[in-house]
């Protein structure tokens, strides 16, 4: 076999192969063998005719049908013997072969890029720390009061601590209803700010049985025009909420925290924890942005796509029965997020790179300490959570993440507050912590 790889690109190439009709025989041997044991002609029984006559009556048929099985298994010897990284499926094209002589083909493949990696050391980021008010205090302990508040059915919602069922018919310019665009059974909590305003106040002061209409602007989905809805009242519950005191905080904290007194310092402090947490999110952010944006090479194609598939099931897991719109538009979307599928990649590729640069390994004492860390934070011993952590691909990938970022950040040079890491804290304190944004 002859082959020649010719480098398109950083990471397109060409693979020209030629092989000798000498080898093709055991190949083609091969496909007459299998192809006897599903072939009957007059006079023969199944799997009973010769070969001879196989070659003779079905010989070239054959022959054309084994190129593509041939193809492939020169393709994956080239691949493996030059340690060719492929990504997706490679092309096959040029195919050229006449009974009897040599057979010839191109295949066309992306593969990883190649690079170098540089600026390591010294990026310049800049770290704000967040520090928690009063207001946050409030809201967290309001948040707290929601979870343990009982609700009462009633016929009018005479303030915001409601919550209001209905279903939305869409209707037209001329108030007629959009048939298929009609969504029931939806709750919204008239004093939660993340819900769309324009119908939290449209709702106010509402009635069960009766019907409002409302212009509001969808928070997800293509659609980006103002909707014009009527909202059917089906059900109002009163929210009552408990107050703030000794009960309250014995009953939220499982008794570990007896007064009011004692439960708000330990709910500030998990606050803190928590912004810290989520500041050394933020900062390790800001120095993969700054590492991508430092790195200047092509990503495969298939790459994208795969990015852009993880985005698309994301988007759908948040809409109404998980399922696309049918009027989707899967190319405008890819198309919209194809910058952050590149992103995505390019910082994938680097990180991988990185810790291969570094000699990032994973110890046992790592696993050790964070079964530690996650034993105090939610009650399972500590052994159990080991087992579980040294055959976790997910474990595996937060320690040499957080050894990655741990290199990166004292090597940097930080402007602001010197940065703290949230698990500092040797127990988990009565109290909530925020839920945290998805990474």
Known sequence: MEFKIETKSQIKKEISTTVPYEELIPHFEKAFTEQQKKIEL????KGKVPIQMIKKVYGESIQYRELDNIANDYYKKIVKENNLKVVGEPILEDINYETGKDFSFKIKVETLPEFELKNLKGIDI??????????????????LRHLHATNEDVQVATD??????????????????????KVKDIQVRLSDEEKLLEIRNGLKNCEVGKSYKI???????????????EFFVKKI?????????DEFVKKITKEKVLNVDEFKPNLKLDLENFWKEKNLRNFEDKIADKLVNAHDFEIPEAMIKGFGDGILEDYKSKLQNKTLPKNF?????????RSYCIWQAKWFLLRDKIREELKLTVEESDLEKIAEAESQKIGIEKSRLLTYYKNSKSAHERILNDKMFEFLISNANVSGSILENAETQEKKKPGRKPKKEKE
């Open 42 to 45: 007059p006079g023969f029984r």
């Open 126 to 143: 800049e770290h704000i720390p967040y520090n928690v008010t009063d207001e946050d205090m409030e809201k967290e302990i309001q948040y």
């Open 160 to 181: 915001d601590e409601h919550i209001v069922t209905f279903e939305i018919q869409e209707v037209d310019a001329n108030g007629n209803p959009i048939i298929g665009n």
């Open 215 to 229: 212009t509001y602007m969808p928070q997800q989905g293509e659609r980006q025009e103002p909707i014009d809805g």
């Open 237 to 245: 519950q009163k929210i009552s909420l408990p107050k703030v005191d």
């Open 329 to 337: 538009d899967d190319k405008k979307f890819r198309e919209e997020n």
